[in-house]
């Protein structure tokens, strides 16, 4: 009974003809197509088809639902991870009278990650990132349940300010809804992690301890039934990692599946 009304609170509060189209948002994300609204320039909303999220999720949500859960998880790496997440999750229809998701985020001025220079400031508030990151998917990795698995990249998040700051913090922008429940698939995840990692390590000149003890407990855990040698092989690469030892491999695929 209480389904609809949570529903209703997803209901986009915009026309789809009032969004503008931003080409070029940044130049890590050329390839995107997002939008501002033409009365609030400070938010920039993502589109995502119905159809894209039931490929991804291979159909086992309703869109509502779908974004329902994805609203929480965000919202649980904001308040229990303390990982800035500026960003709103509706659900509507496009100019074309297609459902849809949106994701509406904070505009923020400032430059990615991967941009920032060098600076102590910096180096502590990245440090303290990929403790966060890390715990998120030790945390995850105890539990049964879905997890946002595509957090890593440093690409996927700004340090700036949005309207009202008054000091820059990280921002995490790149929120668009792509969930995940696999096991095993988060040894790919984590593996991709240490990779992201180390090349922020290797920029700031230190290593991150406490990310680097989570890692290590996350890869001490009993092995799953079902491991494959893909696996194994994303394993052996975060314990290269640990052990400060190069491992150049690239898998074919840096999603993991949805079971």
């Given amino acids: 009974m209480d389904k609809e009304p949570k529903n209703e609170n997803l209901q986009a509060p915009f026309n789809p003809d009032d969004l503008i189209g931003i080409n070029n948002l940044n130049e890590v994300k050329k390839y995107e197509k997002f939008f501002e609204l033409k009365d609030e320039p400070n938010k920039v909303i993502r589109v ?3 159809g894209e999220l039931n490929r991804k999720h291979k159909g086992k949500f309703e869109l509502a639902e779908l974004v329902e859960i994805a609203k929480g998880l ?9 990982i800035n997440v500026p960003a709103d999750f509706f659900i ?3 100019k074309k009278e297609k459902d849809v998701a949106y994701s509406v985020v904070d ?11 060098k600076s ?6 990245v440090e303290k990132l990929y403790t966060s990151v890390t715990k998120y998917f030790l945390d995850k ?3 049964d ?8 990249g440093p690409s996927q998040y700004v340090y700036g300010k949005k309207p009202g700051d008054r000091e820059e913090e990280i921002y995490l922008v790149d929120t668009d809804i792509w969930l995940n429940n696999s096991k095993t698939g988060m ?4 593996y991709w992690l240490t990779r992201h990692m180390s090349g922020q390590e290797n920029k700031i000149g230190i290593q991150f301890n406490e990310a680097r003890n989570n890692i290590k407990q996350f890869i001490e855990q009993p092995l799953p039934k079902n491991i494959s040698a893909t696996d194994i092989k994303n394993i052996d690469g975060i314990k290269s990692f640990l052990n400060n030892e190069k491992f150049n491999y690239d898998p074919r695929s840096a999603t993991p599946d949805f079971e």
């Fill in 107 to 117: 505009k923020i001025e400032g430059k990615h990650l991967g941009e920032v220079d």
């Fill in 145 to 152: 349940g879905l997890y946002l698995w595509d957090i890593c």
């Fill in 187 to 190: 040894y790919l995840v984590v």
């Fill in 92 to 94: 509507g229809k496009d």
């Fill in 48 to 50: 995502e088809s119905s």
């Fill in 120 to 125: 102590e400031e910096i180096s502590k508030k």
């Fill in 141 to 143: 990795s105890k539990e």
């Fill in 74 to 82: 965000y919202k649980e790496l904001q308040e229990k991870y303390g």
